[in-house]
């Protein structure tokens, strides 16, 4: 049975572009999952590669508008989309899950390692969980330095979906003695994203 062709919005981390190995991947583990993928990288992240200096990303506040005026873009009257980041570009992207604007483009959202609080500190980035209008789906390793499988398993959000790969850190890169490989657990992420993608489109079609 084939699977419905659905567009996905994706977008990178802080530090590493759209080019990055571990985006690669995933746009390939996506890619045979029959999600269609479209890679949107943050001004600051563009003028680096286009040769300029290495700056830090702006305030989260600053970069949702641009997230948005690419969803804008990508977005299609009548078709399924969805919108994804890595690590900070899935927190920008799920803020947008909570912006009831972008809530008329998007179906629901997906994040591949969500900074749920910087390394060893206490401050959560979670507020606008409270908000989402779609649905939250994030793939998280369980040793994750920015929201361990210990630190988030008490926390419940409504809305919020949690899938845990097993000895991922936050590229997904596990514990050799795990048995598994940085790759297949990207995959075993591109396979969640299809389930998830298949469920909610259940629910919305008539």
Known sequence: MSKT???LLLTHGAGASC????????????FAE???????????????LDGGSR????????LQPELMSALQQ??????????AGKSMGGRIASMLAADPEAATMLAGCFVYGY???????????????NQL???????QGE???????NEVAAKHWPGVILHWLNSGDHDFKPLKSSGQSQASLIIEAASITRRYIDAILDETQP
Not at 19 to 30: E, I, K, P
Not at 143 to 149: E, I, L, Q
């Open 34 to 48: 029959q999600i269609e993928v479209s890679l949107f990288h943050f001004g600051y992240m563009q003028t680096r």
């Open 115 to 129: 900074p749920f609080h910087a390394p060893g500190k206490s401050v959560w980035r979670t507020a606008h969980f």
């Open 19 to 30: 080019h990055s190995d571990f985006m690669q991947q995933l746009c390939s583990a996506l």
């Open 74 to 83: 990508f977005a299609r009257e009548g078709q399924p989309c969805f919108i």
């Open 133 to 139: 209008t779609v649905p939250l789906v994030i793939v």
């Open 143 to 149: 040793r994750d330095p920015f929201g361990k499988r």
């Open 55 to 62: 700056r830090p990303p702006p305030k989260a506040t600053l």
């Open 5 to 7: 062709a659905v567009k």
